[in-house]
T-cell receptor, first 113, second 112 residues
């Protein structure tokens, strides 16, 4: 039972354009969502998060949008840079699960110069 | 703050051998998590500690797996009688309560 799904295994965008990474979830108990970025041979690095009481959170070039009714969130990167090329994981947790994260399968972003 | 540290970075072992991995969390973090990641998948939760207490174990954690966190500081994950299906990246993360988790660089296990 995949509670967090990232249906696009890969995404390619041109430098300077917007990257949009999508994530869907099924468990309505999730109340906090996170995006992690992962380079090969390294552990995931925290990028940005959003609480279920918000619908948008912005940090520099990164914005996360949450649509609770659709159980959907997205990560926007504007403008995209070649250094953003990595695998991006969406993760979710619920307040009564002790911080345990449920991850999606990841989307590999390639930003071409 | 030196981040989460894992040792070793790579481990190759023969099937049937026991292996042990170590994780040193960020010092002021009282929660410590173990995850496993296989190719093409996201990290899967294995177990977590709050201080020295192991509060949850995933069904993925068979009886060949055991984790400890003595004194609520570093943690070890031991796999007994390794199988080829245990080959994966083992990730450790730590956090304060209700904050984001920070991951180590992982231990890549190859069982031959």
């Amino acid at each position: 039972d995949q509670q967090v799904k990232q249906n696009s295994p890969s995404l390619s965008v041109q430098e300077g354009r917007i990257s949009i990474l999508n994530c869907d979830y099924t468990n309505s108990m999730f109340d906090y969502f996170l995006w992690y970025k992962k380079y090969p041979a390294e552990g995931p690095t925290f990028l940005i998060s959003i609480s279920s009481i918000k619908d948008k959170n912005e940090d520099g070039r990164f914005t996360v949008f949450l649509n609770k009714s659709a159980k959907h969130l997205s990560l926007h990167i504007v403008p995209s840079q070649p250094g953003d090329s990595a695998v991006y994981f969406c993760a979710a947790k619920s307040y009564n699960q002790g911080g345990k994260l449920i991850f999606g399968q990841g989307t590999e972003l390639s930003v071409k110069p | 703050d030196t981040g989460v540290s894992q040792d070793p970075r790579h481990k190759i072992t023969k099937r049937g051998q026991n292996v042990t991995f170590r994780c040193d969390p960020i010092s002021e973090h009282n929660r410590l998590y173990w995850y496993r990641q296989t190719l093409g998948q996201g990290p899967e939760f294995l177990t977590y500690f709050q201080n020295e207490a192991q509060l949850e174990k995933s069904r993925l954690l068979s009886d060949r797996f055991s984790a400890e966190r003595p004194k609520g500081s570093f943690s070890t994950l031991e796999i007994q009688r390794t199988e080829q299906g245990d080959s994966a990246m083992y990730l450790c993360a730590s956090s304060r309560i209700n904050t984001e988790a920070f991951f180590g660089q992982g231990t890549r296990l190859t069982v031959v």
